[in-house]
């Protein structure tokens, strides 16, 4: 067989899709959400790495050939698409040979496989050293919390906090206020017929970073002070084509001299520049030292850092224990830290800003398009307005926060979360070598028809308890939607911040889309692609 037969037989082959074997006991089901245990089977052997199917890694072009336009079986699809195509294409666990990165790497797709690998207890978060963030922070004098032994161990301690429903309360109001100013500028951003103009996400990004700050610090930032762009003939973009897709999108305040803009201003902007430009990505260019990116991500992430220690110091000044505000009782236990804080406060804003923002935007435009379910939040809102005004108390908005909730699994922000082995363990009836990354692939599991039914559509009521039976999330496997994995601190707060979000633009306005169907890109994050057609519609 000739050379150029084998490549178009390695690039187009559909090989069969294998039933993996596993020594944890497997679910067998009748219906969507029905499952039954099935006994676990005894395993004298386990299969080697090599033996679980993946794309051929070909030479000189390695993996990249699967991705070539018109040629590539994946040249259609980025993201989230890519991961789905693996998936239906080679099954549960898919592995990505050591030709095309330093490692090798094994995604995982089935819940089951993935809370294999939670518990364990063999894996850890990757340390990717040589990044501009990691070099940012040896020359800052200090550690990255993830490299930080001390620092680490935080993190657990953090989560257990953040999901403590009696601490969570403390920042209702802050919340409330924050989410009250993010809207009523939301409303003066209109123009002709009431539609938003291109600085929707730069306000979605001030109130995500506003509401960071003051639940890490216990202060406003000031990202909401000010007048917002107010868009004119001399200062209104006009609308890309595909021809213009090299022109960057830059927001008014990238457009202002660095001198008149606030503190919390040029926070808003420094956060804004690293998303845009995926710092935080690893990639050829934030990997070479003498690369212009690498230095001007060094640049921006200095500039991240100065800034937070900005607000840090101002957090600090203002804590006293005789008369400590609510939202002041994070940064309170805390303390015994003292500066050891900063590198632990500047990676949540680092890792928290870009994806609280983009799921916000997400379940903006859920609700634009689901008229029925955003009446339906509304009528609760007003329900629950009319009830503290008779003074019953209404602590919580259930339908509310179930849209949030399926805004977080149909449109999680990131694919997924990555996991190094750091000894030989068993996936599957896989044997997994030490230094593996493993990619735990929850942005595609939240989406499984078997897990979810109907998995693609925008249904709220599945988090309610009265919601349909058979579509009731929790029939769906508990590890299948996990936005942002396990160990994550923002897993029990980001539905809570959403929630306050959402209930303070429902209480006034309706939101519509009128445009076509956007894109979705990953850039660091899985987000919906500009330009926005959203509409903020008075409620009648």
Known sequence: MSKTVLARHCLFSRPSRRQISTS??????????????????????YKKFTDIPGPIALPMMRHHAHVLPRIGCFHHTV?????????????????LAKASRSRPALYVFDPDLMREVYDSNVTESPQWMGSPLAEQRLNAGTQCPMHNDEIKAIWPAMRTLLQDGALLSNYDQAFDDIASDVTRRLAELRHAENAL??????????????????MMFGIRLGCLDGAVHVPSEHNRKPEKTSMDDHIQDLCSLSKRSIEELTPAEKFVRCSLEIANESYL???????????????????????HFCLTDHFLTRALNELNNDQLRPEQI???KLRPLDRRILPLAADVFLAGVDPLAQTAISMFYQLSLNAARQQKAHDEVVWAKA??????????????????????????ATGGVVRRSKEEFVVGGYEVPAGVDIILAHGVSSKVEQEWGRAKSFIPERWCNEGWGPLNASRAHPSSSMPFG??????????????????RVLDKYRLEWHGPSPNIVTNGVNKIQSPYYFVLQNAG
Do not use: M
């Open 24 to 45: 944890a006991p497997r679910r067998t089901s009748t219906s969507p959400q029905r499952h039954n245990v099935a006994a676990p089977a005894l395993k004298t052997s």
């Open 79 to 95: 993201g989230l698409g890519l991961l789905e195509g693996l998936r239906d294409r080679y099954g549960d666990l898919v592995r």
């Open 197 to 214: 103009n291109e600085e929707v996400e730069t306000e979605v990004y001030r109130w995500a970073i506003e509401t960071i700050g003051v």
């Open 281 to 303: 990505v690893r990639s050829e260019n934030t990997l070479k030292p003498e690369s212009p990116s690498f230095n001007d991500a060094l640049k921006a992430f200095d500039k």
């Open 330 to 332: 994070l940064l309170d």
């Open 387 to 412: 009830s503290r005004e008779e003074g019953i108390d209404v602590q919580e908005l259930p339908y509310v926060s179930a849209c949030a909730r399926e805004a977080l699994r149909l449109y999680p």
């Open 486 to 503: 396990q160990s994550c601190p923002a897993t029990g707060i980001v539905g809570k911040l959403l929630s306050s979000l959402a209930t």
